[in-house]
T-cell receptor, first 116, second 112 residues
């Protein structure tokens, strides 16, 4: 069964450093998302991406964040200068299409980011 | 802004007991989805409800969407240890872009 994959599974970085989190969405999906989950808390939307551009972003997704789909398969989230409060599990998700009946989002296993 | 509240935050039950989690939105939703997250895992889609008053069943799980499309519930009959995990509701406001507003989740523990 097709699945969303994410690398790395765990990333440890120093405050102020840049990190890139990578995702490979399911191949025929058109919509891509990044969410984050601080330990023990709810899943929070960061950004959605469609047709090679950001379609919506939350207040969390400030100038320090960017997303890219550099080729036909990868979808990346970059944090330019990490802060301690960026420590969280970051989930990538993808969705097949526009119809409500295909609204299910498939989540990847996540990347645990630890900022020291 | 959009708020999705979910209660209770924790629920401990004996195996065989029933379990219910409730979700309430501050605004009308176009649809609501339910996800299950096992400890250390990622959210896994369970179901989507779209119509006002809709009820759907998956074996021992019953999902309801309120008439006003602002609340929802998940009921598990006769829980099993395999039901352990956190159950999240996630609402969508109708944009085809699909942003989900997650509730805080209900963490279910089932004692054998």
């Amino acid at each position: 069964e097709p699945e969303v994959t994410q690398t790395p599974s765990h990333q440890v970085t120093q405050m102020g450093q840049e990190v890139i989190l990578r995702c490979v969405p399911i191949s025929n999906h058109l919509y891509f998302y990044w969410y984050r989950q601080i330990l023990g808390q709810k899943v929070e939307f960061l950004v959605s991406f469609y047709n090679n551009e950001i379609s919506e972003k939350s207040e969390i997704f400030d100038d320090q964040f960017s997303v890219e789909r550099p080729d036909g398969s990868n979808f990346t989230l970059k944090i330019r200068s990490t802060k301690l409060e960026d420590s969280a599990m970051y989930f990538c998700a993808s969705r097949e299409g526009q119809l409500l009946s295909y609204n299910e989002q498939f989540f990847g296993p996540g990347t645990r980011l630890t900022v020291l | 802004g959009q708020q999705v509240m979910q209660i209770p935050q924790y629920q401990h039950v004996q195996e065989g007991e029933d379990f219910t989690t409730y979700c309430n939105s501050s605004t009308t939703l176009s649809n609501i989805q339910w996800y299950k997250q096992r400890p250390g895992g990622h959210p896994v889609f369970l179901i989507q409800l779209v119509k006002s008053g809709e009820v759907k069943k998956q074996k021992r799980l019953t999902f309801q969407f309120g008439e006003a499309k602002k609340n929802s519930s998940l009921h598990i009959t006769a829980t099993q240890t395999t039901d352990v995990g956190t159950y999240f509701c996630a609402g969508s406001r109708g944009s085809t872009l699909g942003r989900l507003y997650f509730g805080r989740g209900t963490q279910l523990t089932v004692w054998p």
